[in-house]
């Protein structure tokens, strides 16, 4: 089954303890791409990626990594987390840049 | 800049009525994507239409229509016979096409509740 597999779904963690979302994709996709929703924001870009160790910022980039080792795998990085970003994540795959994206189920972060 | 303004923050019909989703869009490339997002009550979102800016032919799928109007730089949703399964929070989105200044980027509108009743 195709599929954009996000992991945690729901976490909850305390400022500035690392953490580490995962997302993993088995569609051989070229373009990945984080965002983050928020209530009267809609979703916001937070880092994409074009392919294998190609990563550029999108809107909202601060205070968060990624890294593309495997065209499957994206995950993203919160070093230091912080209450702003408690948020919706969702992660997004698709076979290139302007097709059909494929959204992962979120992941729901809390940092108190 | 790049924006999505989707204006309506939720919509309450009931079924069996026809309603419209607004999305006015800002860009400053000349060729871009448009697209359409449909996010249900189980959170997931799921993809519905994409469209090349310069294609402007309206596009009909089943109950769904859309309207791709480049002088107004709207791109607009209308849900004909609308049903209870259509309850969802919609999202209009933008990306430059390639070799745009904002190829590879996604923007999004704050999204539009459609409640739809029984």
């Known amino acids: 089954e195709a599929q954009v597999t996000q992991n945690p779904r729901y976490l909850i963690t305390v400022t500035g303890k690392k953490l580490t979302v995962t997302c993993s994709q088995n569609?051989?996709?070229?373009?990945m791409s984080w965002y983050r929703q928020d209530p009267g924001l809609g979703l916001r870009q937070i880092y994409y990626s074009m392919n294998v160790e190609v990563t550029d910022k999108g809107d909202v980039p601060e205070g968060y990594k990624v890294s593309r080792k495997e065209k499957r795998n994206f995950p993203l990085i919160l070093e230091s987390p912080s209450p702003n970003q408690t948020s919706l994540y969702f992660c997004a795959s698709s076979f290139q840049t302007n097709t059909e994206a494929f959204f992962g189920q979120g992941t729901r972060l809390t940092v108190v | 800049a790049q924006k999505v303004t989707q204006a309506q923050t939720e919509i309450s019909v009931v079924e069996k009525e026809d309603v419209t989703l607004d999305c006015v869009y800002e860009t400053r490339d000349t060729t871009y994507y448009l697209f359409w997002y449909k996010q249900p009550p189980s959170g997931e979102l799921v993809f519905l239409i994409r469209?090349?800016?310069?294609?402007?032919q309206n596009e009909i799928s089943g109950r769904y229509s859309w309207n791709f109007q480049k002088s107004t730089s709207s791109f607009n949703f209308t849900i004909t016979a609308s049903q209870v399964v259509d309850s969802a929070v919609y999202f209009c989105a933008l990306s430059g096409a390639p070799n745009s200044y904002n190829f590879n980027k996604f923007y999004f509108g704050s999204g539009t509740k459609l409640n739809v009743k029984p």
């Open positions: 569609m051989n996709h070229e373009y």
């Open positions: 469209r090349n800016s310069f294609d402007e």
